[in-house]
């Protein structure tokens, strides 16, 4: 069965420094997608990235990147230059491609960045 | 991506009673899914509503509990029905992206607090 572990509780982080928030997940699929999704205070979930298990690029959206290590089985997102708005929760999930291809989500990681 | 809105945003309601979500999409979808996230928590798949038939259950999750209806193709109705406080949640309802891309989209969310 398809599991995401996500490490980090929470993260501190000072404006406009990197953060790297941990992943790892565990599949037996080879066909299979990972995504992040970011849930401010008011509760939406925003779609932020998206990495498909054949890509061999790491996915990359503005100042989100995805780094994918897929023989560790992991997919840390990277957000270059933080600000204010980054505090959120983020979720890392998973949908694997085959069977019932379920959308799957980590514990997440709630990130605050400091002025 | 489609744009999926959702009432009631928010509802307090005393244990017993039922209370019904809807989610409305701007196009036509095959599939959309239900999540629950308790307080704290990450989000939960409860069902998948394809139009036309009856929905598909997560484990943990049954249908007098959480009747589902998906009368056409861009609107579905989660019942959360005899609640207690543990039904205290944010629900959303979410859909594939569009154009064959993987990552799901989420509605605004449904703020339930049972008393």
């Known amino acids: 069965a398809q599991k995401i572990t996500q490490t980090q509780p929470g993260m501190f982080v000072q404006e406009k420094e990197a953060v790297t928030l941990d992943c790892t997940y565990d599949t037996s699929d080879q066909s299979y997608g990972l995504f992040w999704y970011k849930q401010p205070s008011s509760g939406e979930m925003i779609f932020l990235i998206y990495q498909g298990s054949y890509d061999e690029q790491n996915a990359t959206e503005g100042r989100y990147s995805l780094n994918f290590q897929k023989a560790r089985k992991s997919a840390n997102l990277v957000i270059s230059a933080s600000q204010l708005g980054d505090s959120a929760m983020y979720f890392c999930?998973?949908?694997?491609?085959?069977?019932?291809?379920?959308?799957?989500f980590g514990q997440g990681t709630r990130l605050t960045i400091n002025p | 991506s489609a744009v999926i809105s959702q009432k009631p945003s928010r509802d307090i309601c005393q244990r017993g009673t039922s209370l019904t979500i809807q989610c409305q999409v701007d196009?036509?979808?095959?599939?959309m899914f239900w999540y629950r996230q308790q307080p704290g928590q990450s989000l939960t798949l409860i069902a998948t509503a394809n139009q036309g038939s009856e929905a598909t259950y997560e484990s943990g999750f049954v249908i007098d509990k959480f009747p589902i209806s998906r009368p056409n193709l861009t609107f579905s109705t989660l019942t959360v029905s005899n609640m207690s406080p543990e039904d205290s949640s944010i629900y959303l309802c979410?859909?594939?992206?569009?154009?064959?891309?993987?990552?799901?989209?989420f509605g605004p969310g449904t703020r339930l607090t049972v008393t």
């Open positions: 979410s859909v594939d992206g569009q154009g064959g891309s993987y990552e799901q989209y």
């Open positions: 999930a998973m949908r694997e491609f085959q069977g019932a291809q379920k959308l799957v």
């Open positions: 196009s036509q979808v095959t599939m």
